[in-house]
């Protein structure tokens, strides 16, 4: 019966490829699922070549391992289907870009799945001095000469949580294509609700400024970027602070119409998303309907919006891909220049692994996205 056993649950981990996950641990188990699909094919390679199955079930065992083996390889496929027109599909909605800039001249390569990133150097600087804990942005310098454009990254961790650490191999990829990155810190809930993470984006593009001289800083092309609700406080800000300088905005997975998303809650398995939300904006939805409405920024779409890139996997259990679907039919409706990257089989936080499937893509168009919008 072991010998069976196996099979059987690497096909159900298998599952985690197609359909999202139903809690917690399982959406973990997922981004290795996706975006590390090296291990789990590696384990059926091994089954196969130490001939392990059920010897009362040969057909069985087998069956289950290459059904596991496709579904594996899927996120690898679908990647390549994608890529094949990903360029020319960024270039019908914002133009087109130098690709001679570009550390990735291709959306995704099988070996390049195995490969790493090697994080650069970066500076912590205080950008504003809050009364509790000041705040600080770690400072990933261009590697081009001259004054070059800011992309300003905001975090993760469901307003309460993360810091401007995560994720630094975009940071490094940027800097080494010729853009200063700011990893931002900013307050966070429930001791601090929205608007102040907006205001704290607002106060960290003065910071950049107020020392572009001495950074090499473009003090007229900036970039948002956030994950998650740091892609809504991203958003919010480029939607709402009417600050020229911003030329565009990239969000990764991130709650657009929190009206919306209030009235859908999350699986309880994997968040509790209204408790989430209720700590971010003071209350229910009920008790302050104002608070959600301000803080979607769905409704503060207009044909003057910078460009927008959205990025998104359908799988997503955390925060629904329906928000992305939702935000791109508005800004279609306001003929604002911008483009939803969708991702069959990825998860939230699927750009954990950089050089994954769903990392590959994201990284490409974010490179090609900043290369058009900054120009």
């Given amino acids: 019966m072991l010998r069976l056993i196996l099979p059987v649950t690497l096909f159900l981990i298998s599952l985690l490829t197609i359909f999202p996950a139903p809690a917690y641990p399982?959406?973990?188990?997922t981004i290795i699922v996706d975006e590390f699909p090296w291990a789990p094919i590696l384990v059926i390679i091994i089954c196969f070549l130490f001939n392990i199955q059920n010897a009362q079930y040969?057909?069985?065992?087998?069956?289950?391992?290459?059904?596991a083996l496709l579904l594996y390889i899927s996120p690898m496929i679908k990647a390549k289907i994608i890529a094949t027109?990903?360029?020319?599909?960024?270039s019908a909605n914002f133009g087109q870009a130098d690709r001679?800039?570009?550390?990735?001249n291709h959306p995704f390569g099988l070996v390049k799945i195995f490969n790493s990133v090697r994080n650069i150097n970066h500076t912590k600087l205080t950008y504003k001095h809050?009364?509790?804990t000041p705040l600080s942005m770690d400072f990933y310098p261009s590697a081009l000469g001259g004054n070059r454009p800011c992309v300003i990254v905001v975090h993760g961790?469901?307003?309460k949580s993360g810091d401007n650490t995560q994720l630094p191999e975009l940071n490094s990829i940027l800097s080494r294509e010729g853009y200063h990155v700011a990893a931002i810190n900013y307050r966070l809930a429930p001791g601090s609700q929205s608007p102040a993470p907006v205001r704290d984006v607002k106060d960290a593009i003065?910071?950049?400024?107020?020392?572009?001289?001495?950074?090499?800083?473009?003090?007229?092309?900036?970039?948002?970027l956030g994950r998650s609700a740091g892609a809504q406080i991203a958003l919010l800000a480029a939607y709402t602070l009417h600050e020229p300088s911003i030329k565009g905005v990239i969000d990764f997975y991130g709650p657009a119409d929190m009206v919306w998303g209030y009235?859908?809650?999350?699986?309880?398995?994997?968040?509790?998303?209204?408790?989430?939300?209720?700590?971010?904006l003071g209350g229910s939805y009920a008790a302050v309907p104002t608070n959600y409405e301000n803080s979607s920024p769905i409704l503060f779409t207009s044909e003057k919006s910078p460009p927008t890139l959205l990025i998104h996997g359908e799988n997503d259990p955390l925060v629904a891909y329906e928000h992305s679907r939702r935000l791109n039919l508005k800004l279609q409706q306001k003929g604002v220049p911008h483009y939803l990257l969708s991702l069959p089989w990825a998860t939230h936080g699927f750009d954990y692994n950089i050089n994954g499937p769903g990392g590959q893509l994201s990284t490409y168009a974010v490179s090609y996205f900043l290369n058009s919008v900054t120009r």
């Fill in 100 to 104: 001679l800039t570009q550390t990735n």
């Fill in 206 to 224: 003065a910071f950049l400024k107020n020392n572009s001289e001495k950074w090499h800083i473009d003090p007229n092309r900036f970039v948002l």
């Fill in 157 to 159: 961790g469901s307003w």
């Fill in 26 to 29: 399982l959406w973990l188990l």
């Fill in 85 to 90: 027109d990903l360029a020319e599909r960024l």
């Fill in 130 to 132: 809050d009364k509790q």
């Fill in 263 to 280: 009235s859908i809650p999350s699986n309880p398995l994997i968040m509790d998303s209204r408790k989430v939300m209720e700590d971010y």
């Fill in 58 to 67: 040969p057909l069985v065992t087998n069956v289950f391992l290459l059904g």
